[in-house]
């Protein structure tokens, strides 16, 4: 049988050297705990920088115009893709453009909307109360304070950091599972903890960057630092990673692994993005997009 044809990692990832990324993470881990704050935040900085570079595109993948879209998307966005949750919101704030027009919609005819999301009732019932309290005490309007925002029924500080960094312009570190399990990776911390790894996280990087870091972290570990088998051979900040070795190291191994606009046979929709088109656009040229 013909050995198989190694897959050529994707041209715009950064090649990893393994003799030097191996070199670095087995550095780091015997130092790991020995490195100076200093030197933390830079090489911090320094991963935030190749990822910036790598995920020039990185926006939030919900589609809204206003903070209460984005609120109630983020909200029923739990347990199901965002993909799904944008094919389901135009039909929603059609019938439903403010948080007053939700409180007041008929139950059931928001039950079948948000049907296809799964959970659908549960959905409805939070949704509506969410926007039920909007009305109460906050005259209607979303309010742009993390202080406020938690108090609503169902959103938490993820949530509310979601809203505050995308929609108000207000920094905020969104720690979600990707989030998490990069910075423990990356060394950032060593906490579980979502409001202490945001605690340590906030500490290594400048108030401005902490929305654009939140997305890109999710970028990267939904294409390229997964849960399971994280793509270490292709992985463009492999060699400031103390867990370099996680997931495979040969290039054609772990370029397998790629998902989405990274994967092989996928390079026209990286260059979409890059050349600027939206997720709209490029969902309705076929394209079938991260969830
Ligand atoms: S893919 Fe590997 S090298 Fe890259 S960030 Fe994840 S664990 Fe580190």
Known sequence: MAAATPVPPPAHLRAVDPARARAGAARRRRTGAAETPLARKRRARRINAVLAEAYPYAVAELDFENPYQLLVATVLSAQTTDVRVNATTPRLFAACPTPRALAEADEAQVEQIVRPLGFYRAKTRAIRALAQRIVDDFDGEVPGRLEDLVTLPGVGRKTANVV???????????????????????????????????????????????????????????????????????????????????????????????????????????EGYLAGRTRAQLRAEGWELAP
């Open 164 to 270: 505050l960094g995308n929609a108000f312009g207000v920094p905020g570190l969104t720690v979600d599972t990707h989030f998490g399990r990069l910075a423990r990776r990356f060394g950032w911390t060593g906490e579980e903890d979502p409001v202490k790894v945001e605690r340590d996280v906030a500490e290594l990087f400048e108030p401005r960057d902490w929305t654009d870091l939140s997305q890109r972290l999710v970028y990267h570990g939904r294409r390229v630092c997964h849960a399971r088998r994280p793509a270490c051979g292709v992985c463009p900040v492999a060699d400031l990673c103390p867990s370099y070795g996680e997931g495979p190291t040969g290039t054609a191994e772990a370029a397998a692994l790629l998902k989405y606009e990274f994967a092989p046979g996928r390079e026209a929709l990286l």
